[in-house]
Structures are given as structure tokens and as C-alpha cells.
């Protein structure tokens, strides 16, 4: 009879017969193999018409649900592809679509024990309000100071992989939100230290620009449903404008801008350097620790962009649309918190930023919903995941060049209200990078609808 069982991360198999998905480890004297594995072996043996005694789930108990979630068509066909793969999957819908339903109705029809993985602490509240309002279930939470495990448990991706010896084997469902994240170097451990046959990604943006999202399809599994944003609009997510307005820097802002991104290309040209990707750009960044010439010119272009990004006559235009649009809820959105703060002091608006406390935010985004605040400014903070209450104005004051940026951006205009028309404004400096960063995003997001 062969043995298995869960041991810190992996599976050992013990006895008289191997598997293709291990290898032999003489120190225990036995077959070690990745947790996600762990159905491919119980297949394998079957098939072999091999016994095992089985001691790897160590599960939470089952409880009741009592679900009210009703999709959309979109919603149903995502959820009826990933059924049809084997309940694995990746699941790319524009924010505002809801993607957290179709997670939580396949929460309901497996009634298996889930594990929710979720970027932020903040995502952690939302996923557990939602659990309890559409499965009628107290969620588990792990993080934030909290350990508890329930038939539902919600944790960031940090918890997932501190703990992933003693959880690896507690969930047979997990729900990456935000799936992107798992590709990162750290986090792709947790889909291999988990047993969970089962597994859906969420994600409004699925490739990454250093293509680690590969690595997904054997963790997660392919993309099994696709749509973009012009699909849905109209019907399901509101319709929207784009509209650029450029503006010119002040003398002195152009002298300092030229002077500094002299510094930059003089260096990439002494040292005949060509920045054709993202990936190229990675590279020249890890130069710069050992190269003070390479840092010298990258300050400089940091130097530069910030001159772009936080030029006066953007606040000028910034405040002809706040009067313009001073009956509408509006949402600005910058690249750096130092020009979030002087926005906010300049306009005496509510700001956002990473460094806000969780109950502020919590206190902010509420009076944002009400109305009680019709503005609220904002770094890269609320780009991800975070449920934002409706607006319809956006307001672009810098960013990357990131199709994932635009696409979460946009996606907090989109949540559907009668004749609402939703307003995505960027407002970019003449003559600068953002000219080119502006045009990459737009294009990419034109090209995936």
C-alpha cells in the first residue's frame, strides 16, 4: 500500500511505486513532489491501478451556503469555459464587470473549501463582505493580524506565501484576484505549494510586461474567457469619451526638462545603449547599482519626468475641468504622491495615497459615495482591485505607459448608471515623454477592445 501525505509545501509518496511528477529523495526515503501535483498523482496511481492511503487534505469543515448570485450572459459563459476546463482557468474581464460574482457563484456550485488570494489588506475586507452578502457565510481571514480558517478564507498574497506549509493543504478552490500578481518571482510559489486542484484567475489585465504571465497556464491555466471593455459598453458598463489635452511647460520648466534629458540620452548614446522595451529599460535600471555614471543618468530622466509630470499649467487646466464638470463625481489620478498632495492642498480636496490609514480611506471612499465629497485625488493607489464608488469623470494628470493602469483606471468610470456617460480626460505636457507614454497606453487598450 502506498502512502501519501502533505509535508511543508510538498507531497512525499511512500512505498513500493514511483511517479512521473516526483523525484526521489533519499533523505526521507521516499518520492517528493510540488503540491499542485497532488491531483495528476492521485490520477496517475489510479490509472496504475495503484492503492494509496491517502493523508493529504486536512480540510476546514463544509457549511451551508445560500447564494443570491445572479450573472449576466457574459458572467455565465466566463463561468460555463472555466466548468468546461477542468474548473481551471484565468477569467480577463474590464474592472466593473464582476468578476468577484462569477468567482463567488463558482464558490456555490463547487461547495468546496476556497482559499481567496487578494493583493491588499483593503481587498480582504471587500472579499469578506461580499462572501457573507451573496453566500450568506462568515469568511476566514488570514492577515492583518487574524488567523482564522473557515470552509471560505480570504488572505493577501503575503500570508498565502508565509504560510503555505501550514495552509498547502486546506483548500481544495483557490480564487487568485488580481491574478497577475501571482507571476511575480515570490508569489508563484503559492500556486506550487497548494494542493487545490482547482483553481480560477481573475484579472483585467493578463499580460505582464516581463511575459512571466506564461508561467500561469500550468499553475492557474489558460485564459479560458476573454472580453474587452468596448464589448460591454453600453449594455453592461457605461459608455465613455477619451479626450487628451495637451499643455506647454513654462520656459524654465523647458530649460530643466531639456537640460536633464540631455544628461540622459548623452549617456545612452556615449555608451551606445538602445531602450526598445520595457525589458531593455529593466536592464539599463540594474546597471545603475554598480555604475555611477548609469545612475547619474538616470536620476536625470527621473528629474525630467517629474518637471513633465507636475508642470503648472496642468493644475491651470486641472481647474477649468473640476469647473467645468463641478456637478459630476470626479476622480483625479497622478503618478507621484507629491503631486496628489499639492492637488489636494491647492484644491482642498480628500487625497489617497499608499501612505493614507486603512480607516481613512475606509472614511473617504464612503463620503466619496455619498457625495458628501465630490472629489478625491489619488496616486497609483485605487489603479487595483479596490471597490471605488461610482464617478463619472476621470481626470489623468501622469502615469505609465501601462495597459493594466488604463484599463483600471478607466474601469472605476465604468460601473453602469442610467444615462450616464462616463469621461476619461488625460492631460499630458507638449513636447515630453508623456506624449509617447500617452499614445502607448491608449493604443493598447484600443487594440485589446
Not at 197 to 210: M, V, W
Not at 251 to 266: A, D, V
Not at 400 to 421: F, H, I, M
Request: net charge positive; aromatic share 8%.
Amino acid at each position: 500500500m502506498l502512502r501519501l501525505w502533505f509535508d511543508k509545501g510538498t507531497l512525499l509518496l511512500k512505498g513500493e511505486a514511483g511517479t512521473p511528477y516526483g523525484k526521489w529523495d533519499p533523505r526521507v526515503g521516499c518520492y517528493r513532489i510540488k503540491a499542485y501535483h497532488y491531483q495528476d498523482v492521485l490520477d496517475y496511481l489510479a490509472e496504475s491501478k495503484l492503492q494509496v492511503e491517502d493523508d493529504v487534505p486536512m480540510l476546514p469543515p463544509l457549511e451551508q451556503l445560500k447564494s443570491n448570485v445572479e450573472l449576466r450572459d457574459y458572467q455565465n459563459e466566463a463561468l460555463n469555459n472555466w466548468r468546461k476546463a477542468h474548473n481551471r482557468g484565468v477569467l480577463v474581464l474590464p474592472t466593473a464587470a464582476g468578476k468577484t460574482f462569477i468567482a463567488l457563484k463558482a464558490i456555490q456550485q463547487l461547495k468546496v473549501q476556497t482559499l481567496i488570494v487578494v493583493p491588499t489588506l483593503d481587498l480582504i475586507d471587500q472579499w469578506k463582505k461580499r462572501v457573507k452578502e451573496c453566500l450568506n457565510l462568515e469568511a476566514g481571514v488570514v492577515g492583518g493580524g487574524e488567523n482564522t480558517l473557515r470552509m471560505v478564507t480570504v488572505t493577501t498574497y503575503d500570508s498565502a506565501y508565509i504560510h503555505a506549509e501550514q495552509l498547502g493543504n486546506k483548500f481544495m478552490l483557490i480564487v487568485f484576484d488580481e491574478v497577475h500578481h501571482l507571476a511575480s518571482t515570490g508569489y508563484i510559489q503559492i500556486a506550487e505549494m497548494y494542493t487545490a486542484p482547482y483553481r480560477i484567475g481573475l484579472t483585467a489585465t493578463y499580460e505582464r510586461s516581463d511575459q512571466r504571465h506564461s508561467l500561469l497556464s500550468q499553475l492557474v491555466g489558460d485564459p479560458v474567457y476573454s472580453v474587452g471593455v468596448e464589448e460591454l459598453t453600453g449594455e453592461h458598463l457605461s459608455p465613455y469619451t477619451y479626450e487628451k489635452i495637451s499643455v506647454e511647460l513654462t520656459p524654465q520648466e523647458q530649460q530643466t526638462y531639456e537640460s536633464q534629458m540631455n544628461i540622459f540620452r548623452s549617456f545612452l548614446q556615449q555608451r551606445r545603449i538602445t531602450l526598445r522595451s520595457a525589458a531593455d529599460f529593466q536592464k539599463f535600471i540594474m546597471t545603475t547599482g554598480r555604475d555611477p555614471k548609469a545612475r547619474e543618468a538616470l536620476l536625470a530622466r527621473n528629474k525630467a519626468v517629474k518637471v513633465a509630470v507636475n508642470s503648472e499649467a496642468k493644475l491651470t487646466v486641472l481647474a477649468q475641468q473640476l469647473e467645468t464638470y463641478r456637478k459630476e463625481k470626479i476622480l483625479i489620478f497622478t503618478l507621484h504622491n507629491d503631486l496628489v498632495y499639492r492637488i489636494s492642498l491647492r484644491f482642498l480636496v480628500p487625497a489617497i495615497t499608499h501612505q493614507t490609514p486603512r480607516d481613512e480611506r475606509r472614511e473617504i471612499l464612503a463620503n466619496f459615495g455619498n457625495g458628501k465629497y465630490p472629489v478625491v485625488v489619488t496616486s497609483q493607489v485605487l489603479d487595483e482591485g479596490v471597490d471605488v464608488p461610482d464617478a463619472s469623470v476621470g481626470l489623468v494628470l501622469g502615469g505609465t505607459g501601462s495597459n493594466r493602469e488604463y484599463v483600471q483606471r478607466l474601469g472605476r468610470l465604468l460601473r453602469k448608471k442610467e444615462d450616464k456617460l462616463a469621461r476619461l480626460i488625460e492631460i499630458i505636457s507638449k513636447e515630453t515623454m508623456e506624449v509617447g507614454t500617452s499614445r502607448r497606453r491608449h493604443q493598447k487598450i484600443r487594440g485589446a477592445a
